[in-house]
């Protein structure tokens, strides 16, 4: 498949792909990532690795786009709701429980 990434024409094949992949370490996954074998890898990883360009010259939508087109899986990590923060106010109130009505 023809594909363009950070301006420069690309035909890459899911097998390539898989090839290219082969023997590397996925580093910690921090926003999307893409499915090869059983790894998870950084979206840029994978364009670095299959371009041997510099992760700043491509977008991750770029990759994204290509790697869908191959019949990749591609995600992104759910964001996680910040925990709520008591305040040492209401801490201390729920300790003491409610006031008791007369």
Known sequence: ???VIARFPFDLTRSGVLESMKGVKPEPVTG???IIGRRRYPVKQVGQVITR???RDFSAGEVLRAMS???FTCRALPEVAPARVES?????????GTPLSV
């Open 53 to 55: 360009q510099d992760r």
């Open 69 to 71: 087109r191959l019949g």
């Open 1 to 3: 498949m023809r594909c």
């Open 88 to 96: 040492p106010l209401r801490r201390a109130s729920a300790m003491l």
């Open 32 to 34: 999307e990532f893409v």
